[in-house]
C-alpha cells in the first residue's frame, strides 16, 4: 500500500495529549483495517527542542508479524502566507530511495 490504502491513518481519528515538551497522537488500528494482519498500536510524539529543532517520534507494536514503515509528510509555509507552490527545498544527500509510476519504491 501506499499511504496505508484507500482509508490511511491520514483520514482517522487519533487520539491526543499534551506532554511536556509536545504532543503525543496514539491510534489503534483493529486486525484487517485495510487488509493488514493483527491489529497495530501507534504512537508518534512532536515536541520542540530549546534549540527550535522539531523531533518526531514513532512506535509501533503488532500483535501479528507485519511489516511497519511510518513517516510524516508535514508542509510548512515557511513565508508564513499564500501557499506553498513557490517553494523549493534542496536537500544534500548522497543517497535516496527511487520510486516508479505509481510511487512504489
Same mark, same amino acid.
Given at each position: 500500500h501506499l499511504h496505508g490504502g484507500t482509508a490511511g491513518f491520514d483520514q482517522r481519528l487519533w487520539q491526543g495529549r499534551e506532554t /511536556?515538551? /509536545?504532543? %503525543?497522537? @496514539? @491510534? &489503534?488500528? =483493529? %486486525?484487517? %483495517?485495510?487488509? !493488514? =494482519? /493483527?491489529?497495530? #498500536?501507534? *504512537?508518534? &510524539?512532536?515536541?520542540?527542542?530549546? #534549540?527550535?529543532t522539531l523531533r518526531i517520534d514513532y512506535a509501533a507494536t503488532t500483535s501479528t508479524p507485519t511489516v511497519v514503515t511510518l513517516t510524516? &509528510? *508535514? !508542509?510548512?509555509?515557511?513565508?508564513?502566507?499564500? #501557499?506553498?507552490?513557490? &517553494? %523549493?527545498l534542496r536537500l544534500s544527500a548522497s543517497r535516496y530511495t527511487p520510486t516508479d509510476a505509481t510511487l512504489i519504491p
Open positions: /511536556g515538551a /509536545g504532543v %503525543e497522537f @496514539r @491510534r &489503534h488500528s =483493529p %486486525e484487517g %483495517e485495510e487488509g !493488514y =494482519p /493483527g491489529a497495530l #498500536d501507534v *504512537s508518534v &510524539h512532536f515536541a520542540l527542542g530549546d #534549540d527550535g510524516n &509528510h *508535514s !508542509y510548512f509555509n515557511l513565508a508564513g502566507r499564500g #501557499d506553498i507552490l513557490d &517553494h %523549493e
